[in-house]
């Protein structure tokens, strides 16, 4: 029976690891607002660059990746449409993030883009074998 928790195990691991990986940028994109950047100049200026519904998905997509994580723990179905959702949402704000110029100097964006590309493709693959195979209720 240990053999059969291995995916959901997997899942979870996964999905925390996108909790951490929007956490590390939420606390990214927080600290340039509090003026904690060594470079205060540079944190106003890419703070400018943002916009209010850029930003909206952004934090969207960082609450439900905790909101999925939490249900994926309770194993619940719901993990599956509302990670889909946070997929959704981040590639949206990728796309917006990907024409800013500053944020472009400043982080390697096409390893990112590859990184939370690749990790998200495989939370959606495991949230759909485990919702297949009746894994979450």
């Known amino acids: 029976m240990e053999g059969r928790d291995t995916p959901f195990h997997i899942a979870v691991g996964l999905i925390a690891i996108q909790v951490a990986y929007a956490g590390y940028w939420a606390v990214h994109d927080l600290t340039a607002r509090f003026g904690l950047w060594p ?8 703070v400018q660059t943002l916009t209010l519904p850029q930003e909206t998905l952004f934090f969207s997509h ?6 999925v994580l939490v249900l994926l723990l309770m194993r619940r179905r719901l993990a599956l449409p509302l ?4 997929f959704a949402l981040d590639r949206v ?3 917006m993030m990907s024409s800013n110029n500053l944020f472009s100097l400043m982080v390697n964006v096409d390893a990112w883009a590859l ?22 209720r």
Not at 39 to 46: G, I, K
Not at 83 to 86: I, K, M, P
Request: proline share 0%; aromatic share 16%.
């Open 39 to 46: 470079d205060a100049d540079q944190a106003d200026a890419f």
């Open 83 to 86: 990670f889909v959702l946070s």
């Open 62 to 67: 960082v609450i439900l990746n905790v909101v």
């Open 93 to 95: 704000e990728w796309v």
């Open 115 to 136: 990184f939370s590309f690749t990790l998200q493709a495989s939370i959606i693959s495991m949230l759909v074998f485990l919702t297949f195979e009746h894994r979450l």
